[in-house]
């Protein structure tokens, strides 16, 4: 339908994004490169993230890293009201296809959000959510509600948090990151996914390549561990991020 004109939204869970992998990479991501920018697939698809619900292995996957490896897909991964309308109103004007991650974790999250029909935020362009001197936390997803709670509670003890959400991971703004630890000296990335091959880690080596310089401490990554998810509740909670997690790695910064 894409390939002749229409502009399709698909939904569903985002683990069972592996069931389409082939139409997803081999098709999708290299319609518009094989066919000499012929074609165009304006397609958006929107996958929930159900993590942290009890819901154990077979649907807690968060995928989104994979997608970053492949050449021809954008990804966004709003974490407000507004970023989320003002995206996907951006997802669907776009010419590519369009990875579209949204965290139940947020689902009923209120929050202003502009009437304006034609409001939408340009792919690439990241959002300081709140301003800070002495140390920068970048987060995805719905990792962004815990580091404003973390940083709220530290400017109590005279630690000032900057808390950046770059909302796409592809194209990443790199300039704001990179700017923001250049004033803080200090990075921490918060990311629901496995620390192996994650935005985290993407992140950090950008960072660590091209900031060196600004950094006065090693960077923190604060992930998912590198294991399958457990039913119970009480194991669940020490493989995803949490509020006392990123205040341990906030502070080891500061050491």
Known sequence: AAAVGMRPIVQSLASFAWVAMDQLISQAAKMRFMFGGQVSLPIVYRWGLLYGNNIAAHHA??????FMNMPGLKIAIP???SDAKGLLKTAIRDNDPVMFFE???????RGEVSENEDFCIPFGQADIKREGTDVTVVTIAGSLRPALVVADEMESDGISVEVIDPRTIVPLDTKTILDSVEKTGRLVVVDPAHQSCSVASEISSIVSQEGFWSLQAPIQRVTSLDCHFPFSPALEHLV???EDKITDAIRTTLE
């Open 61 to 66: 996957d968060r995928p989104y890293p994979m």
């Open 79 to 81: 974490s407000t009201p």
């Open 103 to 109: 965290d139940n974790n947020l689902a009923g999250t």
């Open 240 to 242: 995803f991020p949490n």
